[in-house]
């Protein structure tokens, strides 16, 4: 497995941006593909964003399409989520995952995952 810390969360106005960062540990960042996902208070943990091993293919979740934008630099073993024209109903705590398969929408298919960064929106 690997060890996965992300950062970047915070308090912003709607309409602002937001970049979240999440760095790996290990050797083998490559090797996986990684998501975002989200958990609102009294919700259930809802897809955010996946990319591919190599970076080249990425799949946003219907509500953050146009908006977010998710991307990783192997070299540095971190993954990004880049979130512009934020609302408050993206407000959560976001957590990255990595998945020693495919790149998928199912947050049981992840095998290790982050702490967890709270993002707030306010109107």
């Known amino acids: 497995q690997v060890q996965l810390v992300e950062s970047g969360g915070g308090l912003v106005q709607a309409g602002g941006s937001l970049r979240l960062s999440c760095a790996a540990s290990g050797r083998t960042f490559g090797t996986y593909a990684m998501g975002w996902f989200r958990q609102a208070p009294g919700k259930e943990r809802e897809f955010v964003a996946t990319i591919t091993r190599s970076g080249g293919t990425t799949y946003y979740a219907d509500s953050v399409k146009g908006r977010f934008t998710i991307s990783r630099d192997n070299p540095k073993n971190t993954v990004y989520l880049q979130m512009n024209s934020l609302k408050p109903e993206d407000t959560a705590v976001y957590y990255c995952?990595?998945?020693?398969?495919?790149?998928?929408?199912?947050?049981?298919?992840?095998?290790?995952w982050g702490q967890g960064t709270q993002v707030t929106v306010s109107s």
């Open positions: 995952a990595a998945n020693a398969g495919l790149a998928s929408s199912d947050w049981r298919r992840y095998d290790s």
